[in-house]
């Protein structure tokens, strides 16, 4: 937890180091195209004010994938609990 001489961080703010899984095999009939299964995997840091309220959007680099998401690269934004946008730079690319 930062405390009031910190010179980086709010005080009270805390900074976590986050690893994630982000699972796609879900049907959901209203999207315009349905998502590819397979896993995501990301890393990254994320900091929060002492309620565990974000103090910037949550954004994480994309180390790995399976699936249709093997070889991927880019960042997911979560954008809340359940929603997510993955921006990928070669998951879906075809040389």
Same mark, same amino acid.
């Given at each position: 937890?930062? $405390?009031?001489n @910190?010179? &980086?961080?709010?005080?009270?703010?805390m900074? &976590?180091?986050?690893?994630? +899984? &982000?699972? &796609? $095999?879900?049907?959901?009939?209203d *999207? /315009?195209?349905?998502?590819?299964?397979?896993? =995501?995997? =990301?890393?990254?840091?994320?900091l929060? $004010?002492?309620?565990?309220? /974000? *103090?910037? /959007?949550? +954004?994480?680099?994309?180390?790995?994938? +399976?699936?249709?998401?093997?070889?991927a690269?880019?960042? =997911?934004?979560?954008l809340?609990? +359940?929603?997510?946008? =993955?921006?990928?730079?070669?998951?879906f @690319?075809?040389?």
């Amino acid at each position: 937890m930062a $405390d009031a001489n @910190d010179k &980086f961080f709010p005080e009270g703010s805390m900074l &976590f180091q986050y690893e994630g +899984t &982000f699972m &796609f $095999d879900a049907v959901i009939p209203d *999207l /315009p195209t349905a998502l590819p299964k397979g896993q =995501v995997i =990301v890393r990254g840091v994320a900091l929060f $004010d002492g309620n565990f309220e /974000p *103090l910037r /959007p949550l +954004t994480f680099a994309i180390v790995g994938g +399976t699936g249709a998401y093997e070889g991927a690269s880019g960042k =997911v934004i979560q954008l809340g609990q +359940t929603a997510v946008s =993955v921006r990928s730079k070669s998951c879906f @690319d075809q040389a």
